[in-house]
Each structure stands twice: as C-alpha cells, then as structure tokens.
C-alpha cells in the first residue's frame, strides 16, 4: 500500500479506536509512528492505490497485489463512514448508474454535482461525516453508497457483495445492541 495511504489507515484506526472507547468499546495498546519511509510518493499515491472507477475485480486485485485479501477489502472500506468526496469521483456513478442509486438521493446528489463543473464540491460519505457510526453501511443497503467502489463491494455479486452484506449487517447489530 502506498506510504501515503497507510497514514490515511493509521489516522482512521486511531479515529475508528476513540470512537470504539467512547461507546465503552475495548481497548489494547498499539506502537505508534511508522517503519515504512520518512516521505511520502506522488508516483505510489496516483499509481498505487485504487480508483473510485474500478470494479470488484481491480479492486480485488489492487488490494492483494499489496498482500491484502478481500476481506481486508471490505472490512477497511468501512473508513468511509468518515469524511468527504469531491463530485469528481462520483459523477459518473450518479449520471450512469442510476439503477443502483435511490432516487431521492440522487436528486439531491445532482444539485451538489451537475454533469459538468464543479469538479472539486465536496459531498460527504455518508450522512454523518464526521462520526463513526452505522449510516454508511445503512447507505449501502438503500442505495446511498456514494462511490461507484462502495457500490461494487455491496452489490459487486459474488464473495465481496455476500461479505459487505454480512459486514453490513453485524455492525449494525452490533451498534444498536451497545
Ligand atoms: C477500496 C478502495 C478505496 C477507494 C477506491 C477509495 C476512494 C476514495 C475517494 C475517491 C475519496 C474522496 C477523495 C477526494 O475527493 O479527494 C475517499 C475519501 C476517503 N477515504 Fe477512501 N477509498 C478506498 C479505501 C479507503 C480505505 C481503506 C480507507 C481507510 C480505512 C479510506 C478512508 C477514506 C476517508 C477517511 C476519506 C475521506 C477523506 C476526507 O474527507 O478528507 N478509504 N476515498
């Protein structure tokens, strides 16, 4: 994985851990800095890690070309119940895949991203995107997946889409149980 994107994993762990804490979650201690390099790369971000664009297959194979199995895949793709993306990454998913995207959703997603412009217009994950919670995995079950990525992990067919729907499915027990 490239440098860049472990930190990006390290920051998540440590959010995705404070959130576990807060909810009375356990605990354990970990060594934190890094061995892997002292900068980061251009070339590894852009040439090492996914695209929004790909299909379970690439994905699949990005992540164990890096010694990552699809398990790995899919729990780690449960980061995104943080943060923003820029409609440039999920144009194309909200103008041609309309099929797997709710309606009402996606009137609200066409404000935000037209078909042309606003490039760089952030829309968020999930509803909730500066907390760790369930609205991402509710999102994939009803269509609000907001990355083609997502999309393909729940509905991707095969061992990802039946491992997303289990994964889906035990953290949301999980949560409402606590
Ligand atoms: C499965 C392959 C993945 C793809 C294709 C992907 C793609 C993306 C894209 C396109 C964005 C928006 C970036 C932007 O607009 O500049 C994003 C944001 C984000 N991703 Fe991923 N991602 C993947 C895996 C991960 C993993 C493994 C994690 C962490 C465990 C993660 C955590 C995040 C976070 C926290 C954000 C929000 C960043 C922010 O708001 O500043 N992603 N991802």
Not at 17 to 31: F, I
Not at 72 to 79: I, T
Not at 142 to 149: E, I, K, M, N
Not at 151 to 157: D, E, R, S
């Amino acid at each position: 994985m490239a440098a860049s994107s472990r930190m990006g994993v390290l920051a998540v762990y440590l959010t995705l851990m404070a959130a576990a804490l807060g909810l009375g979650g356990t605990s354990y201690d970990v060594l934190l800095g890094r061995r892997d390099a002292t900068t980061a790369s251009i070339d590894d971000a852009n040439n090492d890690i996914p695209t929004p664009f790909m299909d379970l297959p690439a994905l699949q194979a990005s992540f164990e070309s890096h010694g990552l199995s699809l398990h790995d895949l899919v729990v780690l793709s449960g980061g995104h119940t943080l943060g923003y993306s820029r409609c440039l990454f999920f144009r194309g998913r909200l103008y041609n895949e309309t099929g797997t995207l709710d309606p009402t959703y996606a009137a609200s997603l066409d404000e935000r991203c037209p078909l042309s412009g606003d490039d760089d217009v952030l829309t968020a994950l999930d509803d909730t995107p500066t907390t760790v919670d369930t609205d991402y995995y509710q999102g994939l079950m009803q269509g609000r997946a907001l990355l083609h990525t997502d999309q393909q992990l729940y509905q991707g067919g095969g061992d990802a889409g039946d491992l997303k729907k289990s994964q889906t499915h035990i953290i949301i027990g999980l949560v409402t149980n606590s």
